[in-house]
């Protein structure tokens, strides 16, 4: 077990030349691991440099962005989705459906890291597993997979394709990483509900992996999704950048304060905003983002028991964020 702090892992390796190869040892998510996020504007910055490419990052904001906590749990845990996948090593709960569902559940080996099952809207199963990552991965590692995630009803599935681009540095708002593999990731997936098809997503993400940190450092993304008659899906649809903030946990459980256990009262909503439970007492706002990375509303967190009127945002999916808990909600 150990304890990075963002200026350790940043310290080492610079002026390093040796090649960077990711593995299971260095890259396989692990339960205990903690990382804290921040989400944001999107920017494409290209590379700059001589020998070693450096990717600039740093005139994003992290002011007003969204920050989450991603915690890596164990099968054996108490979670409402513990061991629900057989044969984890790792699980993930986002709190939001992403393209890989509410709940990723993650096997490592020597060959590589794979998605082996999903929480998403009751879809578990993955009848054919998604590869993440092939071990050893380096600078020119390639490979395509396809993956299918089923429930009996409705699925998920699609092709992946992803190409491990220059050893690099990167510099995000929370400082300079050196020694990174940047992996350019394009993913097209399919939804359908009772055989017949529901709608589309075609995905681009450049990533930024550093050996040793069992999550990507940085992300890139852009989205776009369509229906079935291949009309566009704004809710789906959008650019947003992700980068890890200052503390990273590695192979260790952070004890977190008391939680937030607050739920919606109601999704979708149509004019008000409500929840019921408990907001941490630090927690003094709330913020409420739309699917494209934008900032629509903020204010008191106490208002959110009472009610917040969103009757004038559009329609679409929405997140709502406060203190350490969000959840995603449709607007109608």
Known sequence: MRFLLLSFALAVGSGCTAQVVLTDANSSPQPGDVYVRTSGQYLDPGASGGAIYTYDYSSLSSTGGVVDTLRYTSPSDTMWYSGLVPGADAELYYGQTTPDGEVIYYSGTSTGLEVIGINDAGTLAMTDTKKVLVYPCMSGTSWTDTYLATDGYSTKGGAISVTAGVQCDVITPGGTFHDVLRLDVVEGLDYTYFGNFNLHRDITIALYRAPGIHHPVMYCVTSVGTDELGNPIPGLSGEWCQWLQADIGTNIQAPAPTMSTWVLLQNPVEDLLRVSGNVRADAANYRIWAADGELVREGPARD?????????????????????????????
């Open 304 to 332: 959110l028991s009472p009610g917040v009127v969103v009757d004038d945002l559009s329609s679409g999916i929405y997140l709502l964020q406060c203190g350490d808990a969000s959840a995603r909600f449709i607007k109608e």
